[in-house]
């Protein structure tokens, strides 16, 4: 199985990066994960009708075919680690690979939000593009790490 991080936007902070690539490395062979970042579209005096349009097909051609989709969006289920780590082992169970998609400055179009399989919710607060990579790498690896009974997890 493979998580796709599928995020709008090319360049983050060295830092940013640096974390994201440290968790990126930690997971196991079997539980592959993969970032793919997508051109933002440059806003100009385009509609934001044009602009979803444009980001939603990048986003769409980076998805594998038979993925599950996983729309990061602040109207989504607010997940515990708990709760995430069961949705990670189910997903596992599935065999499938699952596309988690992070929108770009004006967040994902909405029927590509809607047409996910599901939508879960960081943070109710608003993070920078570059954490939210950092933030959700983290927890997918620290929902590994409770499912595995890694010490990395602490109640």
């Known amino acids: 199985?493979?998580?796709l991080i599928v995020a709008v936007g090319q360049r983050v902070?060295?830092?940013a990066q640096t974390?994201?690539?440290?968790?990126a490395k930690r997971f196991p062979p079997e539980l592959k994960v993969e970032l793919k970042a997508v051109?933002?579209?440059p806003r100009g005096s385009k509609t934001l009708e044009t602009l979803y349009a444009a980001e939603r097909e990048r986003i769409e051609a980076a998805i594998p075919r038979g993925a599950r989709v996983v729309a990061l969006d602040?109207?989504?289920t607010s997940l515990s680690t708990k709760a995430l780590a069961a949705r990670l082992k189910g997903w596992q169970l599935e065999g499938d690979d699952v596309a988690l998609l992070i929108g770009g400055p004006d967040g994902l179009d909405p029927a590509l939000r809607q047409a996910a399989h599901e939508r879960i919710r960081l943070s109710d607060l608003t993070l920078p593009h570059?954490?939210?990579r950092v933030l959700l790498i983290e927890?997918?690896?620290r929902a590994w790490s409770?499912?595995?009974?890694?010490?990395y997890h602490r109640e």
């Open 1 to 3: 199985m493979k998580l």
């Open 13 to 15: 902070p060295d830092w």
């Open 19 to 23: 974390a994201y690539d440290d968790y």
């Open 39 to 41: 051109k933002t579209e």
């Open 74 to 76: 602040e109207r989504g």
């Open 130 to 132: 570059a954490m939210v």
């Open 139 to 141: 927890q997918l690896y």
């Open 146 to 151: 409770v499912n595995a009974g890694h010490p």
